[in-house]
């Protein structure tokens, strides 16, 4: 009989490996929008295993709450604004067709009333760069530039916590419970060092994968390993100048 690889036992999804749901507290997401804007107060500034960046409790006038990626300078008891007519200050939420080009921003939605899908990690920020027919062109942190509707909700500042990969991990330990929220594989061993029932790079003497590590996008689990689609590979060759 065969043996499963790891990366196909993966690929599966089962729980044995997925992210632990231990000390989770909640998604990010914006509210509904409210016709006339809401306030609110950050109530709260929270950890959650897994995640980089900080989350702010923010609790509504409505009596509802909801949490998000605190910005950097937002304190508890701070006030919150969310709508148009809000003043351009920190941890405030507006649409972004409202606030001035060269802003940056957090937290973007992709699509009006999704609750955010961009710049949320730590330290990472979207900046509005210009406006065009169809909506507001933002500059993400990849430097990519995107097109999104005028209604897309985006929270003012930058997301805290922008110095956490500044400190290196001391200790295999620390290493190990950070990979395990996250549900990553840790430690990370080289397929050429695996047998060929382990890995599809594995076998041989002279520690070579023996045929190319690129493979498709589509490829099945137990096959998808080494350069996944990869547009390239090797070294880049250098272009003359004329």
């Given at each position: ?89 920190v941890g405030n939420v507006l649409p972004v067709g409202s606030i001035p080009e060269g802003t940056m921003v957090?937290?973007?939605e992709l699509r009006p009333g999704d609750g955010g899908r961009l710049a949320r990690s730590s330290g990472s ?118």
């Amino acid at each position: 009989m065969g043996k499963k690889l790891r990366v196909q036992r993966r690929g599966r999804g089962t729980p044995t490996f997925r992210a632990k749901k231990t000390g989770k507290i909640a998604p990010i997401r914006y509210p509904e929008q409210a016709a006339g804007g809401q306030n609110g107060f950050v109530r709260d500034l929270l950890h959650e295993p897994g995640r980089g960046a900080p989350l702010a409790y923010i609790e509504l006038e409505s009596g509802t709450g909801y949490y998000i990626a605190a910005p950097e300078g937002v304190s508890i008891d701070q006030s919150v604004t969310m709508g148009r007519e809000a003043p351009l200050r920190v941890g405030n939420v507006l649409p972004v067709g409202s606030i001035p080009e060269g802003t940056m921003v957090c937290n973007v939605e992709l699509r009006p009333g999704d609750g955010g899908r961009l710049a949320r990690s730590s330290g990472s920020f979207a900046t509005v760069v210009s406006r065009s027919a169809k909506g507001t062109v933002l500059r993400l942190p990849s430097k990519r530039s995107v097109e999104v509707n005028d209604d897309c909700r985006a929270t003012i500042g930058i997301v805290a916590g922008g110095g956490r990969r500044e400190k290196p991990f001391m200790k295999a330990g620390e290493k190990h419970h950070h990979k395990r929220a996250k549900g990553q594989v840790y430690p990370v061993t080289k397929g050429i060092k695996m047998t060929a029932a382990s890995h599809p790079h594995g076998g041989g003497r002279h520690r070579r994968p023996g045929s190319s590590t690129t493979v498709s996008r589509n490829a099945p689990p137990g096959a998808k390993v080494g350069l996944i689609a990869a547009r390239s590979s090797g070294r880049k060759k250098r272009q003359r100048r004329r």
